[in-house]
């Protein structure tokens, strides 16, 4: 028995942001819609710098700001005080509401202050949503997935059946939702994706000053996510616990279509085999062409990636969907490292990656002390994941391909792409390139050609 | 940290001194102070020949920049008013005339400290929100704002320029080094072309 | 008096390719049509070698294979057997001659063998095209523009004016060209693009083995390119004897708009304000929302970038639009080097840049060498070119951004675009990160957050 | 070079032998062919000595990638036929089967002991196009195709793993360690699950 098992270890630098931070996302990504944070003041300004660093964006979160009164006698005044007070200032639709470590530890009972709000609130007031989010309970990851989940239950109406498609895609960046819409309106498909910050968190330069929040997934599609044709999740985990669809099922018989994020040919080739079904039309030539031109890629680099080993950290969807597509182009994800805990990605690895678990080590709810420890004793040539993992592969002269939330030491967070062919093409350019530049670069003699 | 100070002098005795190390004026006068405390000849002496080389070291660099920033316009918004006068006067030796300056925390007498340091024309703003600082900072046509780091991407939005003075700068701003580093970037980002991008189609007002 | 000014220095590290690699990408970029060297095998091999090496695709270039009997008695005999196999093995439609330095030297009459060829081929036979490209005069950028205006003058015709556009790109990458026909089809415009290799030198797997060559520009479409609305035509250097659309305006009147390469916003803005015009709609909200974007990214970079020092070249064109594209983002092209010569560099230069020239130091008909003692005077912060500019990135320790042809040392060469708001936010986006990344990693605390 | 070496015999005395450094057989053949030359008992004991330690180092890690490569099946085609003996002889020791073998330049007499060294079956290939090497590529479904750089484009555009072996090359062949480089780069490219996408979808024939 190993003694050191039993004692408690405290997480050295997380591999994962704060439950409401998603949950901020989430409501950013909804027209007309306010995030407010229940908690204190502290949380939302770090959440707030966060995103802006990250989209370099204006981001506007409401919070109830705790004093120590309210700690002592409950948040109740201070978020009636807050919700009015943004009622006043943004006239919004929906104001989601998404709580903090202290709010939860205190015991706060929310849907109950929801009620006894939304009973004072005037008939054309706007929607209520909360959803709870304490940080030591899931990472930014689970908080997005909970809070589209708190907005299918509160929103979903049932209804004559239509033939639109609701698409959660979970935590992917501006441009990919935008080439999500791109791909559904190429098949004839009418989506309902929940999230949209597309422009809300990648907006171009404006011409006066806005409240922003007029952008995003319209409240009414929203509530016709009940009446659709089909749900499509991108979820490598299969955690229903946080699943809108399975809500979506569950209540109103929605087809739910759990798939991995689309990175790589064949998770791609899931996802639009998916959609030809959905659509019942041939997949479109101009996708067919950018798959056809990646496989030719792949093939073009297989020499520069055969064997090389990469270490990836991040959310456990995306840790997934990537281990899945390095496999696929003749790498080994020595590591895989999900900062929150699903307690499924090994199962969900193995299944799809059988044969090759030997070489692959999985785990999950680690932080980047234990990251870096372990990297260090695998020699990877190189990694995947945030801008957090910039001190580690510094440490350990190992380039850094970066993907994920937060990136904050480049610029173009928002269009660093990884989903459907397009993306992946882009994803691929940028990891071998990078093993090609450190090759170059660390060489004594120097390649010129390659 | 005056609290902290003064709570030493009480109970230690403890001397201590209230100066700032932003701006040329203000890191001289600081070192003049502590000189001064010691009424030592000799440290005057060597105070006064430092504080000359480093104005001597610094100030052709800053009056490059000046010729371009000249009459410029900038807007303040800082935590404590404290900081705000330090700013209002290295803007000065650059050239840039503040056009509003106010505080999250400065208290009346603060505010009237601050009229009476800026020149006539003003705006001193008191606690407003963003929304009143867009205001003031369309009206005034200012070139520059100064804030904090979560008003970036607003002023950026805007097509205005910016420079954050909070904790989190990766490029120190004190001391006579700290007033190259402020200058340099508030030049950067007045003088960068990009801003003609927006203002030939998306500016409302005949702003230049 | 400079004693050294007397003396003939030779080329060292030439920054540029050989002339008729020009003009063979150009015959590759037309449906049915082979290129075709005359000249001896080396230069066919070196020029397959290069173009392979950068677009990893297969490339068929035919050549006369000069022997030593060629050289004395003329390769009219190697000529006609090449012609007579190539009709054999590839029934084209078009055959692309271009000279090389030997045929050129011993003074082959290109066109009266043409002549003799033609009359001897059958009335169905292919199109036989001639260019005179010999390497001692130009570069392979010229060689591209005269190949463009060869098939040009040989193929257009006078007949009713259609609503056609003419699209004289000049050597741009596939994926700009794939591109440049989106931006056409988005406005409602028709467009021939020629050439068109953005399928040649840039397909997908192959099903079977292939000639290759069947894409390209349509024999037909270039028939009718005098009949064309109008043809933009992309030259920053105002080159009239290597302009395809000096040919029609002179012949047919059609409408010649000279523009530069869309690199950056202002340049962009020119070319599609023209396009809005010719096509008599608004330009299209996709570009609007794309270019504001484009802007927005650029203020959020403005001070990384601000002053910041680049050394430029490659062909006059692109380091011509290239340094106009940094000067409107606040950098200064410190070095404007091209390895061709126009002559008009400075002053293209001095027109669109005034008050900055005094900053910017500008030669054409330059080495390598040169530009790399230029360069280590000048202490940039960045280079931007094709990869033979590795040599110098690796010996001055200053970050190099690929762009240009060769680049044989990355994968991905056919999708480094500059061109339109969306390929300069491409460009854009890897400037600045080389710029940062070479600033975090040689920052001695290492930034994490910029 | 057999020119120049059969000059400098004639001319000056200099005496020459005839080798290949490609491959673990030829290597070591070469040694000890060097080595017979100078008939002297203490240099062909440590020639024995080096050969067998070298060839214990290189072929446990041969020995794997021989476990993944068996039964797999190339085609070649080399400038002069000298290369493809060595190559045929390396591919071999991979447990890699020769389906066809040519070059550009061979002789009528060097396609005879090409025919007697390969096994039963292998075709050989006397000057071809490349619309020929694709035909035999595809009717012997071959896993590897050794040939030019120029080659290269058009085996992965059908599918086909492909290794050059001209003098471009930025890893060496030759050599034990060469071997070993060969092995590694035979190794990737015949066992990259990228053709598995070609397969699935764009491939006729039942290859897999």
């Known amino acids: 028995m190993n003694p050191q098992s039993t004692i408690a270890v405290s997480t050295r630098n997380p591999c994962r942001m704060c439950t409401p931070l998603g949950a901020a996302m989430v409501f950013s990504g909804i027209a007309d819609a306010v995030p407010f944070l229940h908690g204190s003041q502290g949380c939302s300004t770090y959440i707030r710098r966060y995103l802006i660093g990250h989209f370099r964006e204006p981001v506007d979160i409401a919070c109830s700001n705790f004093g120590e009164s309210s700690v002592i006698f409950g948040g109740w005044q201070n978020l009636h005080t807050g919700i009015h007070a943004v009622i006043e200032q943004y006239h919004p639709r929906l104001i989601g509401i998404a709580t903090t470590c202290l709010a939860e530890t205190i015991g706060e009972d929310i849907p109950q202050m929801i009620h006894r709000l939304e009973q004072e609130l005037p008939e054309d007031g706007p929607i209520l949503v909360s959803v709870s989010t304490p940080s030591y309970q899931g990472s930014h990851s689970d908080g997005f997935h909970r809070a589209v989940k708190a907005v299918v239950e509160k929103l979903a109406q049932p209804g004559p059946a239509g033939r639109h498609i609701n698409v959660f895609s979970g935590m992917i960046c501006p441009e990919d939702i935008r080439h999500l819409k791109d791909i559904f309106a190429e098949f004839g498909l009418q989506a309902t994706l929940l999230p949209d910050y597309s422009d809300a968190l990648d907006s171009g330069i404006w011409n006066r000053y806005e409240k922003n929040i007029e952008s995003g997934t319209p409240i009414e599609s929203i509530r016709r996510c009940g009446q659709a044709q089909a749900t499509i999740e991108f979820s490598a985990t299969g955690d229903f616990s946080t699943s809108a669809g399975e809500t979506l099922l569950r209540r109103f018989g929605t087809p739910l279509y759990m798939l991995p994020l689309p990175v790589g040919v064949r998770q791609c080739d899931t996802f639009f085999e998916r959609l030809s079904v959905l659509s019942a039309t041939e997949i479109p030539a101009r996708f067919t062409a950018q798959r056809s031109r990646l496989i030719d890629s792949y093939v073009d680099a297989h020499k520069y990636v055969f064997g090389k080993k990469a270490v990836l950290y991040g959310p456990a969807d995306w840790v997934a969907a990537l281990a899945i597509f390095l496999c696929e182009i003749g790498m080994v994800p020595v590591l895989c490292a999900a900062g929150d805990h699903k307690g499924t990605l090994q199962e969900h690895l193995r299944e799809h990656l059988p044969g090759t678990m030997d070489s692959i080590t999985v785990v999950e709810d680690t932080d980047f002390a234990s990251i870096e420890q372990m990297a260090a004793g695998l020699k990877p040539d190189i990694l995947i994941g945030d801008s957090n993992g910039y001190k580690m592969s510094r440490n350990l002269n190992i380039p850094l391909v970066r993907l994920g939330l937060p990136i904050h030491d480049r610029i173009g967070a928002s269009r660093m792409t990884a989903i459907g062919y397009q993306g992946t093409q882009q994803l691929f350019d940028r990891i071998v390139n990078t093993i090609l530049e450190h090759q170059q670069d660390n060489c004594s003699i120097g390649y010129t050609h390659l | ?208």
């Open chain 2, 1 to 208: 940290m005056v609290h902290l100070a003064r709570h030493m002098q009480e109970k230690y005795g403890i001397p201590y001194i209230h100066v700032s190390y932003f701006g040329i004026q203000d890191m001289s006068r600081a070192l003049y102070d502590v000189a001064e405390f010691f009424a030592d000849n000799e440290v005057l002496e060597r105070t006064q020949s430092l504080v000359r080389q480093e104005i001597q070291r610094v100030m052709p660099e800053i009056n490059r920049y000046r010729q371009d920033l000249q009459g410029k316009k900038a807007g303040i918004y800082t935590g404590g008013a404290f900081k705000a006068f330090s700013l209002v006067d290295s803007l000065r030796l650059l050239g840039i005339q503040t056009a509003f300056v106010g505080s999250q925390t400065g208290g009346p007498e603060d505010y009237q400290r601050l009229e009476a340091f800026c020149d006539e024309g003003t705006i001193i703003v008191d606690d407003a929100n963003i929304m009143e600082l867009v205001r003031f900072a369309q009206e005034t046509r200012i070139d520059l704002f100064i804030g904090g780091v979560k008003e970036r991407p607003v002023a950026y939005k805007l097509g205005i320029g910016f420079c954050d003075h909070n904790h989190e700068r990766k490029i120190s701003l004190a001391g006579f080094e700290g007033m190259l580093n402020f200058s340099r970037e508030v030049h950067a980002t007045i003088m960068s072309p990009v801003w003609k991008l927006i203002d030939s189609r998306n500016r409302q007002a005949g702003r230049n």
